[in-house]
């Protein structure tokens, strides 16, 4: 799905648990997500810094979508 | 003196040198010895194997006729008594793929001989035919011959000989699947290639994966702060009670939701379809699959221009790639059209 929207010119960031499936399918701005269950967020954490959490994956992926690349990037936040 | 092998060569009315498409529609006819490509062939077997026919026919008789002329070439084919059969190289030709692929399938299934044919990996015939005939893997053109004649004489022979062959060493594709037993079990087969790997050794996967081609990077944002944001998922984050009815698993649609009053995704309002991972987390608060309500945050602080008013969400889990890609194709399209610049793809 990335690499189908990518085609068209616009830039797509993927946030994604297994980054190795990403890495292999071909998507070029990738940022690692939490667990499969829940990518984005951490039920163990307390609401407000579970929402920081995310906010902070949210900002990685803002940086990867500004970020000029050739090749395959993994945007690391951890 | 021992009995030399008597080989047959299949091929077009091209390499016959009768003719290109306006000869095209002549009828299969046999004749005895080599023919063109034959004395290329000829060179490389050796003496102990003899090309005593060569069968041709028009690529378009033989395709706009198929069952005749299978038939046909198949009793011409026969009355040489042989022991195997070549057919073609038909490098990228799809016609003359197609008619490769069905005659050496026929031979091997009627005349239980083995049948060797060469062709280029894109050919319609391979996929037609690659299950059963020897197919050797050519380039796309008749430039290919000098390196596919070798190649395909050496298959032809050790098949004469009743040597094993493999798709590996042999250079053919892969047939219908064989059943062997291995030594050891699959897990202690699985621990091998994990310790090989991490001592940094080749091993070779039982499972490849698929090819996948790699798409051009698109151009980074210039300012973020003035972008318009699209979200989509292959989480399966949808209304709550699935208006779209998206299946849990092996999905035959996507959704397009619209947002533009939501300020973030709650238990009641949003839940996931997703069959393949515990939903009780996404259930529990949405925005940790789609996280519309630190975007929303970061819209207020004039960190991006805007979020698109729609998300689109799919359920991946066991959906095929040609699905995926339609989905997708069709998303983008609409991203086009409503501007979007950028977009946060979440998978889970």
Known sequence: MVKEIEKTGIPV??????????LTVGANRIVPAVAIPHPLGNPDLAPDEEKKLRRKIVEQAFKALTTPVTDQQVFEWN | MTKKFRLVHYINQFYAGIGGEDKADVKPFA????????????????????????????????????ESAQKEVLAMIKQYEPDLVIAGPAFNAGRYGMACGAVATEVMAQLHIPAVTGMYEENPGLDMYRKDAYIVATRNSAIGMRKA??????????????EEVSPDADHYFVRHRKNFTAEKRGSARAVDMLVKKLKGEDFKTEYPMPA????????????????KIALVTS?????KGNPDHIES???????????????????????????????????ENPNR????????DAQAAGEI??????????????????????????IAEKLRADGVDAVILTST
């Not at chain 2, 689109?312 to 790639?321: L, R």
Request: net charge negative; hydrophobic share 35%.
């Open chain 1, 13 to 22: 960031v993927h946030i994604c648990t297994v980054v190795p499936i990403s």
């Open chain 2, 31 to 66: 004749k005895d010895g080599v023919v063109g490509p034959g004395m290329a062939f000829k060179n490389a077997l050796g003496d102990d194997s003899e090309i005593v026919g060569t069968v041709v026919c028009g690529d378009t008789y033989f395709n706009e006729n198929l």
């Open chain 2, 149 to 162: 004649v070798p190649v395909m004489a050496k298959l032809a022979l050790k098949l004469l000989h009743g």
């Open chain 2, 212 to 227: 996948f081609d790699n798409v051009e990077p698109a151009p980074a944002l210039k300012d973020l702060s003035k972008a």
């Open chain 2, 235 to 239: 989480g399966g984050i949808v209304p």
């Open chain 2, 249 to 283: 698993s092996s999905a035959s649609k996507y959704g397009s939701y619209d947002i533009s009053d939501v300020k973030t995704l709650t238990e009641e309002t949003y839940e996931t379809a997703h069959g393949g991972y515990d939903p009780a987390y996404a259930n």
């Open chain 2, 289 to 296: 699959v789609l996280p519309l309500d630190v975007i929303r």
């Open chain 2, 305 to 330: 221009g805007s979020l698109h008013d729609h998300f689109y969400a799919t359920v991946g889990n066991g959906t095929s790639v040609a699905n995926a890609k339609k989905y997708a194709s069709e």
